[in-house]
């Protein structure tokens, strides 16, 4: 989706190849069959590392320490917002509030410990967000790519 966004974005011609998994399509990218990939820093920051994948754009808030030369996507296209991956810590429905305030809590504690983000796989970013924000990014990201998998006439199985 994202790579369909950029294209959109930057006014670029591409050509979708699907694939089921970022393995078969990093294998295609590194031989030459195919010319560029949006994918999950655990899956190409150890080949943007070595040298056999060049790092165009970081989808990040700031550059990643490990790859500094890589511009951020803001640096590299100002105005254009794409969506990163991010994990969510979910519970049953009408769990009571002073839980759902105590997980939280608990939660930003363990990612405020020093080196914690160290820790994290692949360049990802510890990003806490409470209940109410989590809930409001849910109804954005739902609502931004619902328009474009409604655009490009993506329907399920």
Known sequence: MNLEQLRRGLDFPAEHIPYRTSGAGLADLIAGRVQMTMDAASVTLPHIQRGTLRGLAWNGPARNPSIPDVPTLAEAAPGLALMNAWQGIYGPAGLPAE???????????????????????????????????????????????????????????
């Open 99 to 157: 839980l759902m305030a105590r997980i939280a809590q608990d939660v930003g504690a363990i990612l405020a410990q020093p080196g914690f983000a160290g820790r994290m796989p692949g360049g990802a970013e510890p990003y806490l967000l409470g209940p109410a924000e989590m809930a409001a990014q849910l109804r954005d990201d739902h609502a931004r790519l619902g328009r474009l998998v409604a655009d490009i006439g993506l329907e399920r199985n």
